[in-house]
């Protein structure tokens, strides 16, 4: 049986100053939560090198948080079914914290990959209950601005998030970076314990109500196979962005601001996808669809130099960015009453996504050549298109 938030008068009376500082709150520890699955993007070969291990096989570091997430975005909210959400939340981010230290001081990649293993359930966990915490934070009016604000999080440690931990990681070693995420999400913990109010649990839902909002749902299954098609394409291209840089001659010590630049162009196309989703989303789905293909298929036809690639990974960063929330928002549309039922299944789907992104990305770069990962999800995120036109034939049929 697993737990949902819903919008009972919790944040009836309450301060509207503190909830949304509760907001804020628990949107930063969802973006040091996703900073943290995330984080060995830019990290892969001083990980690899310092530890002994291949480029593709440190891709595991991305690839086992996310298959974790996958599984337990419904499992813990039914391991914890009745526990109050401020302490779930703040045991989940606490772990993360932890897990992120050990990471900084492993001796070896076992270590490492236990401590993503961790890493997994605190990402997965945390992001399918609060994924619908802010109705129980602010008053009805400010619902969808805070909502908005708590996916916020993951918006921008994808876009934002992994450039910096790179950088820095690029100056100080990559241990630092570890450690700094670690301590961030320390500094969660101590936000959300002082910042949020007691959220006690309360309608429940049955792992049943899953399977019934996918297979009775046209526009969710849609909006699941899409998720899975772009999330798999990009991440098995961008997990492995620094080596094809590196094998394209352009600097070691570049990487890092070429990474910030795909971060800066992704907040940009947050805010673009934002002011067009409300009227324009299938639109926008499909824009995605061609705008990562071709800056994917950019990267592997020229000859880059630092300037070409940043050029590049605007483009790319511009397409990626719009992706969660324009996919939340096609979710939330196809199933407004059982939202939370639906928001479990994407969340699972995005972080399988991820984990299946790099593992094939690892066999791909290992096995064939680095840049065969780029034409590869080119191909998944052009597949896009097609499951959006039979979701209009699709509705434009029911509608008939």
């Known amino acids: 049986m697993t737990t949902v938030d819903t919008p009972v008068s919790a ?30 993007v830019g990290l892969l070969t001083p990980v690899g090198s310092a530890l002994d291990v291949s480029e593709g096989t440190a891709g595991l570091m991305v690839t086992v ?55 997994g359930i605190s990402v997965g966990g945390f992001w399918s209950i609060a994924g619908g915490i802010a109705m129980r934070l602010v008053p009805e009016k400010h619902v969808p ?34 450690a700094a995420v670690g301590i961030l999400g320390l500094m969660s913990l101590a936000f959300l314990l002082v910042l949020m109010p007691n959220v006690p649990a309360q309608k429940t839902i049955t792992f049943a109500d899953l399977p019934k909002v996918f297979q009775g749902n046209a526009g969710v299954r849609a909006g699941i196979a899409i998720t899975f098609l772009v999330i798999t394409g990009h991440f098995l291209a961008y997990t492995f962005v620094r080596p094809i840089l590196q094998d394209d001659g352009v600097d070691d010590n570049m990487i890092g601001v070429l990474l910030l630049t795909f971060g800066v162009a992704g907040i940009c196309g947050n805010f673009i996808a934002g002011a067009l989703i409300a009227k324009r989303l299938r639109q926008t789905v499909v824009s995605i669809s061609v705008v990562l293909p071709a800056a994917m298929v950019l990267l592997a036809l020229v000859d880059n130099t630092a300037v070409t690639a940043g050029a590049i990974l605007i483009l790319w960063g511009l397409g990626y960015g719009a992706v969660p929330v324009t996919f939340q928002t096609w979710i939330l549309d196809a199933a407004p009453d059982t939202s939370e ?52 034939r699709t509705a434009a049929v029911s509608a008939g």
Request: glycine share 12%; charged share 10%.
């Open 65 to 119: 948080p996310g298959l974790v997430a996958a599984v337990t975005a419904p499992l813990v909210t039914v391991a914890t079914g009745h526990i109050d959400r401020r302490i779930v939340l703040a045991l989940l981010i606490g772990l993360m914290g932890a897990a992120n230290l050990a990471s900084a001081f492993a001796t070896s990649f076992a270590v490492i990959l236990v401590a993503r293993f961790l890493i």
């Open 11 to 40: 944040a009836t009376g309450r301060s509207p100053v503190k909830g949304w500082l509760a907001v804020l709150a628990v949107s930063l520890g969802i973006f040091s939560l996703m900073t943290s699955e995330l984080l060995p």
């Open 145 to 178: 601005r805070a909502t908005a604000v708590v996916f916020g999080g993951v918006e921008t440690a994808s876009v934002l998030g992994v450039p910096t931990g790179t950088f820095l990681g690029d100056f100080s070693g990559w241990r630092t970076a570890f």
């Open 341 to 392: 039922a639906a928001s479990s299944l994407y969340v699972s789907t995005f972080n399988l996504s991820i984990a299946l992104g790099a593992f094939a990305g690892g066999l791909a770069v290992d096995g064939i050549a680095t840049a065969s990962v780029l034409w590869t999800g080119a191909a998944l995120a052009l597949l896009t298109l097609l499951v959006v036109g039979v979701a209009r």
